[in-house]
T-cell receptor, first 109, second 113 residues
Framework: GQNIDQPTEMTATEGAIVQINCTYQ??????LFWYQQHAGEAPTFLSY??LDGLEEKGRFSSFLSRSKGYSYLLLKELQMKDSASYLC??????????WGAGTKLIIKP | ETGVTQTPRHLVMGMTNKKSLKCEQH?????MYWYKQSAKKPLELMFV???????ENNSVPSRFSPECPNSSHLFLHLHTLQPEDSALYLC????????????FGPGTRLTVT
């Protein structure tokens, strides 16, 4: 079967750095997405990786290793507004998105 | 209006009721999706429409019936639902079926009593 694993919940301190991991086993791979979802709101797109390596976008970076079936989202200089759930999703060989259950990130002052 | 809108935002219905959820996108996209989001579970893809044609129906019970009259509008008709159908129902759109940067609506919080 297809599976996406990510931690259920993480806690970090304002101003610090946090890394949210995602591992996947899917039938084929056509890219990995990260979405952010604030409580009671819609998910919003953060990043897309299809090649190995690190993609940086401001305070957020996303890393992919296809051989290891692994990705992480790195958030720097954490702000209170970064408190949200972070969803990892993989596009399989049929171009269907397989979603993880999300990681709830709690930022403390 | 911009983006993807959904109505109603909240819905409480009995198991014998019939109701419909509405989604509208103003992005010029050609693919639209219905998802079910339950607490602490992955997003469940229910239906996909690409250029108004349904391309996927992921084993969804027949008490959920989608309708896509044009590429901007998507409906989810509900009838004789069960309490376990209570969840957040999200609509999303993307430029094309294979382009998966999806734009989500705010969702409809459905409670079945």
């Amino acid at each position: 079967g297809q599976n996406i694993d990510q931690p259920t919940e993480m806690t970090a301190t304002e101003g610090a750095i946090v890394q949210i991991n995602c591992t996947y086993q899917t039938s084929g791979f056509n890219g990995l997405f990260w979405y952010q979802q604030h409580a009671g709101e819609a998910p919003t797109f953060l990043s897309y990786n299809v090649l190995d390596g690190l993609e940086e976008k401001g305070r957020f970076s996303s890393f992919l290793s296809r051989s290891k079936g692994y990705s992480y989202l790195l958030l720097k200089e954490l702000q209170m507004k970064d408190s949200a759930s972070y969803l990892c999703a993989v596009l399989d060989s049929n171009y269907q998105l397989i979603w993880g259950a999300g990681t709830k990130l709690i930022i403390k002052p | 209006e911009t983006g993807v809108t959904q109505t109603p935002r909240h819905l409480v219905m009995g198991m014998t009721n019939k109701k419909s959820l509405k989604c509208e996108q103003h992005l010029g996209h050609n693919a639209m999706y219905w998802y079910k989001q339950s607490a602490k579970k992955p997003l469940e893809l229910m239906f996909v429409y690409n250029f108004k044609e349904q391309t996927e129906n992921n084993s969804v019970p027949s008490r959920f019936s989608p309708e896509c009259p044009n590429s901007s509008h998507l409906f989810l008709h509900l009838h004789t639902l069960q309490p376990e159908d209570s969840a957040l129902y999200l609509c999303a759109s993307s430029l094309q079926r294979e382009v998966h940067e999806q734009y989500f609506g705010p969702g409809t919080r459905l409670t079945v009593t």
